[in-house]
């Protein structure tokens, strides 16, 4: 039986602040001692009470109870002063940014550049999607058509370990998100890509490793983020820049100053891989799922379908498939299950998603982002109309009739022009799916846009199951 929301939350506040003690402890030398001074001096005064008999203990138990206040502070907490959400009556606050702090300098996030290597397979900002979104992504569609028709895309684990932490300030980054009990943040067990997209079609495995929601935290997400302090008026002021992190380097392109991404920027930040699929339900229609304000990311915005991270543990449940893709699908199609209220559908919604692409999340440092589409099969999504009622607090249609890969240019018109306001991983899913339709269109579709085109209308329309493609 599934724990009401308000228990899991509590769960998870709890959780997440122990995770984070863990966390610090494995990585900061400063949190190591200081921590131990606390604890050795409630043992101390532990002792104290227990053999108190004379004068003397009172003496001892007074020592030992200053040492303790001296540590907690009057905020109570066991972090290192530089690391607490509020020391000495000052709140500290996170926001994030749309620019990028670069000696002296600042650049639009959109703005930036992807690698060279990834420029050269085609990489850009699809400018299809201005207006519909804060953030920017970075895409190919002839890198996707490849990638999609690739006979196997074959893997392996890396695992050597990172350390991200470089400033302190990301500690209290870290510190001020899962100090927030409006959200939920735990430091789930993620698999990362590790190197370029060229990787992904170069018939080498490619290399994924294990890495921690918090390594997100301390990079993707800090690193996007400043922190702002009250001064002394009450106001809210910049104490410190983290963009200035932001793994990217000053170039000159067409006459005018900007920034690219640095060769080994998957170096530098953790890069766990986002899953999301598009949901077409048994009306054949787009699902729309509302996120709630307890969603980590992507709070209060509408998913088109399941959307989250790739779990460490998705290679074990998917029995270690040989094809990414097919460990892609698994996540995607655990992540729609849980959603939708449908956990024990994992494996038939598996059988039922198919991988159509991927992108570059600029805004989180080139977070890899992998894109699918998910079929109902046999299951009643619209009917049950079922949500997780945790991240999920609703689900409705678009009232677009799926009918050919034409009609997903439909939907996007529809949220274009209702100005819904969809998360970027969900907006780039169907984006996707309209680069495709428009390859009919087009008048003089290649040979590999046809496969393309004609292998997803097969996969939807016509039930095809899901079988390696024919490419090399």
């Not at 006979?151 to 932490?165: L, S």
């Not at 996120?291 to 074990?316: C, E, N, P």
């Not at 109309?385 to 799926?402: A, H, L, R, Y």
Request: glycine share 6%; charged share 25%; proline share 4%.
């Amino acid at each position: 039986m599934r724990l009401p929301v308000k228990y899991l939350n509590a769960y998870r506040n709890v959780k997440g602040r122990l995770d984070l003690m863990r966390f610090l402890f494995r990585w900061d030398s400063d949190y190591r001692k200081d921590l131990v001074i606390t604890l050795l001096a409630f043992v101390l005064l532990g002792y104290s009470i227990y053999d108190l008999d004379d004068w003397m203990d009172f003496v001892a138990m007074s020592i030992e109870a200053a040492i303790i206040m001296i540590q907690l502070g009057a905020e109570l907490s066991i972090l290192p002063r530089d690391y607490r959400p509020s020391y000495g009556g000052v709140r500290y606050t996170v926001q994030t940014s749309t620019h990028i702090a670069y000696e002296e300098l600042s650049f639009l996030m959109s703005g930036v550049y992807p690698p060279v290597v990834e420029e050269m397979l085609g990489f850009h900002y699809p400018m299809a999607i201005v207006g519909m979104s804060r953030e920017s992504p970075l895409v190919s569609p002839s890198f996707d058509d490849t990638f999609m028709l690739k006979h196997k895309i074959v893997y392996r684990e890396d695992v050597r370990e990172r350390r991200y932490i470089r400033s302190r300030h990301q500690i209290r980054y870290i510190a001020i998100r899962v100090a927030d009990k409006l959200q939920h943040t735990t430091n789930g067990v993620k698999l990362a890509l590790q190197g370029t997209a060229d990787g992904l079609l170069s018939g080498w495995p490619v290399a994924l490793r294990k890495t921690y929601y918090f390594d997100a935290l301390l990079t993707l997400e800090a690193f996007r983020s400043r922190i702002l302090r009250n001064n002394i008026d009450g106001q809210k002021e910049v104490y410190t820049d983290l963009t200035t992190y932001f793994p990217v380097y000053k170039e000159t392109i067409n006459g005018q100053e900007a920034v690219r991404f640095t060769a080994d920027f998957h170096e530098k930040v953790s890069g766990h891989i986002g899953i999301t699929s598009i949901l077409v339900t048994e009306n054949r229609r787009v699902a729309m799922l509302f996120q709630g304000s307890t969603k980590a990311i992507g709070a209060r915005t509408v998913s088109l379908g399941g959307s989250g991270s790739l779990d460490y543990g998705d290679m074990q449940r998917a029995q270690y498939p040989e094809d990414l893709r097919e460990l892609l699908a698994a996540g995607m199609a655990r992540e729609v299950a849980e959603e939708t209220g449908f956990p024990d559908s994992v494996v038939e919604i598996k059988d039922n998603t198919l991988i159509t692409g991927f992108f570059r999340w600029v805004d989180r440092c080139g977070k890899p982002e992998f894109v699918g589409l998910t079929r109902p099969g046999k299951i009643d999504f619209a009917k049950n109309k079922s949500i997780d009622g945790d991240e999920v607090i609703g689900f409705e249609e678009i009232p677009v009739t799926i009918n050919t890969l034409e009609d997903f240019i439909d939907v996007f018109k529809y949220i274009r022009d209702k100005d819904i306001n969809v998360s970027l991983s969900s907006l780039m899913a169907l984006y996707r799916l309209v680069v495709v339709a428009r390859y009919s269109r087009s008048g003089n579709m290649t040979e590999t846009q046809r496969k393309v085109y004609d292998r997803i209308s097969a996969f939807l329309f016509d039930g095809v199951p899901i079988t390696p493609a024919d490419g090399e």
